[in-house]
């Protein structure tokens, strides 16, 4: 499947860029295995693209949005469609590079602990002997997660669902029919279905979907043609608080730049989902305590000399913890470790990402530092 | 009073870069006088600072804000200050050059309008006859205003208050009592005044004042020292709605500057004085329909296909009226004439300035656009 093929082939780079070009990528180790990969696009190559021994793992496209499910699906589909939940975890690229399974971040890192436990929850062997130049692409969920814990009530630890099967070098997507067939063959869970549907039919189906998930505090769905190419994600009102509050919990490492698209989603919600004004004005109500309460909680904790930050569990084998530690290190994330623990042959570490920047503006704004504006 | 000294000497600008800072200078014309003016601060030089005929104009500072009254005051004054009303219309200085009165607005540009207004307003002529090289620094309030409107009931059209006369040149204030009694000799209006505090004391002062100017939809306070130097603002809730009210009315021309920073102030100010939980869950409530309610409402304007941008009224001297209007469509404002109509010899002009960004956006997402993330 064109392993040997050079990356620079692979990615369509002239041989005179190739210096250049693979300068823009981040150099990184894993297990005496060194890579790198592309934390932003770049050069028209899609952000998280990774070469590992020579060989690429393409990054995974990101999904537009639209604000109106009419006319945004019908503008965006003209064939059938289906439409499954967006799971609120991390996205996750899954391939196999010289017989070794590895996870990929969204920036192309292969993350210790996500390889770890894609190792662990899905024994893909099958699939990759059948289909090596295909990679997973999918969502890790749970709460002991070390990027976006959420609770699933089903998910104890960290599960991960398939949502798309690509090829690896050219980041094309498998048919939605066959992507599920291969996930059932080779039992890998899948990201919940809510059906197919024409594009007329569509939003109707859409806006109860989003009811309900809404009233079950999830995050969304994302629509897919049935060939696999064209993607829609829309979001619910019960996730766009859920963001404003977990931002607006540490203000000044989050606020500003979350702050206002989410207001334009509630916004164009609002105006296309609301029956009543009282509906609209119970959303703004909402909307505003998932702002200020959590900044007014940050405030008072940092007040009474409190750790601000974001509280992770993570638990698995205890290299790959290890791992996970030392990376987020380098990244310059200060932790503070709450709870360290083995729990059989696994280690369990809870810990805290400390928000320097909240913790010190909070600070000083209390002491009666100015704005100059 | 130095009218005669060069403006680089006054500004303290080096011979040899003379002509590097005035090319920062916008050129513009008033009654036929060629005059420059810097539209933001540059080279250490203030915004708004202007040089006509040769004679320099000083821009006024900006004010900084404090987000907590304890220990912001405290900090910020180590001797007895004034508190002042902060009037919400716009910053004006007035400067008589070559006996011709002249309104100058923040970013230095001489007015029409303004300074048709201060004329008529105002009658310096006995202030500037005893002191030419000073100038009144003030705010133009009421509702016929081409910048910020605002209703006062106790002004019908448009009034000018002073809250600062300065020296012309070097921008250093008098001293508080001093522009007083200069106010009183000269019959010019004053912000309302509501005392002198001890720093101690000033905190409770202030949030006593503050209550009450919120009840009344007001906008806050500026504290100053005794000798004029050192000034800090601090708004009330009120004015944080208000202006997120106007902002997400116009959400994609003001809504992402707007939001954030007016979110801090109620953090803080929730934090200092809102006694129960209670209290903040209201504030989070109302501050959460100031910024939905107004957008879905702008959303629900372009949808149905009307105008939407800001509405003044202004009235005055035909030829000023003329000439604010030419300014203002100068400046790539769009002026949608709602009525225009004589009141005996005074021209009464009501308009909107159409609002493209907002119109244009909420259109196209309207249509299905999508956003890519």
Redesign the interface.
Known sequence: MGDDRDWATVLGVPDEDREDILGAFDASVFEGRRYRHLTDARHGIERGTAIVDGRVVRGFP?I?????L???????FDGRLTVEEKRNGYNVRVARIDGDVLGFTRGGYICPYTTSKVRELLDPDSFFEAHPGLMLCGELIGPENPYTPHEYPEVESAAFEVFDIRDRESGRPLAVDRRREFCERHDLAMVPNFGEYDPAEATDAVREVIGDLDREGKEGVVLQSMDGTRQ?KYTTSATHRADLEHA?SL?FDY??DF???R??R???Q??ELDRTNGE??Q???????????P??EA??AV?RGETVGEDHTVRGDPDAIEALLSHLREMGITLEIQRDRRVGDERAVSFVKVSQATRDNVEN????Q????
Chains 1, 2 share one sequence.
Do not use: N
């Open positions: 990101s537009p949005r639209t604000l109106v009419d006319p945004g699906i019908a503008e965006h829609l607006f203000p606020g500003r702050v206002f698209p207001i334009l509630e916004v164009f609002a105006v609209s004005r959303r703004a109500q909402e909307l505003g305590e998932a702002i200020l309460l900044a007014i405030v008072r007040e704004y209390l002491d009666g100015l704005i100059d504006e």
